[in-house]
């Protein structure tokens, strides 16, 4: 058995590149970063170290980056590490790239208006997945 999941809140480095493919696949690519704070124990100082992440999202994810996620949106995203290899043309050397291959997507920022109306358009978290779960909603508890 093993799990291949990433788990990620930080915010966006620049607008997403949104690219159509054919069939009316959409695909979209940004940069997320993320942050951690940490003590120095030579001098005891703080320091912030940040790592980039490559974000790839399709079909419905694409669609709500290419409508709602911009550069510095908040976002909390689950997804996949994906690593591809290809061979550079120039140096004939073997080339990798890590991207998080993103299955769900939850908008942290606040809306930008208090219209109960837009915020209500607005959504909040959209995810590639399907729910296969047949539960009776008026059974639950809550």
Known sequence: MSLNKVMLIGNVGRDPEIR?????VKVA????????????????????QTEWHNIVCWRSL?????????????LYIEGRIRTSSWLDKTTQEKRYSTEIQADSIVLLDRAPSTDNRELAQQPNQISNQTNTD???????PF
Not at 38 to 43: C, H, I, Q, V
Not at 134 to 140: K, Q, R
């Open 20 to 24: 159509d493919l054919p069939n009316d």
């Open 134 to 140: 047949d539960t009776n909603s008026d059974d639950l």
């Open 29 to 48: 690519r940004f940069p997320l970063a993320t942050s951690e704070k940490f003590r120095s124990k030579n001098n005891g100082e703080v320091n912030e």
């Open 62 to 74: 694409a669609n709500l980056a290419e409508n709602y996620i911009k550069k510095g949106s908040r």
